[in-house]
């Protein structure tokens, strides 16, 4: 190398931090977004991170804009303003599937199975599936294609043995209970490998019994697979129990965030529970 030339930069380098306070690597990073519908502001500058790794749970009264939080992450609704990085890209705005195929998945706060499949065919069309089929593979190398579509149901019955749904594979998801098509979902997310999951409200209308079972199931993958949750949830028992830390959402922006012992101690926390609601934008918006 001659000496005149320029030191190489590295490409990308974590933001310095203040003195004294721990680096933390987030996967995901939401920064200042807004969203309004009509009069009707559902996120009013939300800022948080989520550390790689862990299972965060956002939380708030009904209307906070947790749901819309979602959606603009995943790619299902452009924000208005504001930024979302994921695993060090920026995403915003970008189209649901490309995001999928980034390794960021979700789920919904009603279950969306197809009803007319069986459990098994369910997991054959999962997100990223959908997204990254080749059709030059299916037409022009049909060999290669028959050995992928092997590999694909193996990997399906695998993943539902996993879930304790094989003995279900040839039924109908129509026929599931509402806990088994929970379970079908996070199994069909699951399929395509993620590196995080964003969960709205998983255990919604499911069992005590189950909500144990799918608690289990998303410590296992964060633990065997190291994959990143982020979940909405209603339940601060489940939260409790199964969430490293908390993000409290009210009136379309992030109130505090902590664990539920720090956010217990917190009055605007216990305060925004009791009030909810969003803000109504004024005449001139
Ligand atoms: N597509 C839409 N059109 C109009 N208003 C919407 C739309 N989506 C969300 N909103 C409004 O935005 C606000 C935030 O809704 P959002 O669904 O994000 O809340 P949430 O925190 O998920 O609530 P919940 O706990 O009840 O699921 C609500 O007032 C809601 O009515
Ligand atoms: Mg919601």
Known sequence: MSGSSPAPQPAARPAPQPAGQKVVDEILEVHDLVRSFGGVRALTGCSFGVERGSITALIGPNGAGK?????????AIRPQG??????????????????????????????????????LENLMVSPQRQAGEKLATVLFRPGKFRAEERAHVQR????????GLY???????????????????LARAVMADPKMLVLD????????????????HISRL???????FLMVEHNLDVVEKMCDRAIVMAVGQTLATGTMAELRGNSEVVSAYLTGGVVEVGAKG
Not at 67 to 75: F, I, Q, R
Not at 156 to 163: C, D, G, K, Q, T
Not at 201 to 216: F, K, V, Y
Not at 222 to 228: H, L, S, V
């Open 82 to 119: 504001g930024k979302v990085l994921f695993d060090g890209r920026d995403i915003t705005g970008r189209p649901s599937h490309e995001v999928a195929l980034g390794g960021l998945i979700r789920t919904f706060q009603i279950s969306r199975e197809y009803p007319a499949m069986t459990v």
């Open 222 to 228: 964060r633990d065997e697979r190291g994959t990143t």
């Open 201 to 216: 409200e998983p255990m919604a209308g499911i069992n005590p019994a189950l909500i144990e079972r799918l608690a289990d």
């Open 156 to 163: 399906a019955v695998e993943v539902l043995a996993e879930f």
């Open 167 to 185: 003995g279900k594979r040839n039924d109908y998801a129509r026929a599931l209970s509402g806990g088994q098509k929970r379970l079908l979902e």
């Open 67 to 75: 749901t819309t939080l979602v959606n603009v992450v995943a790619g």
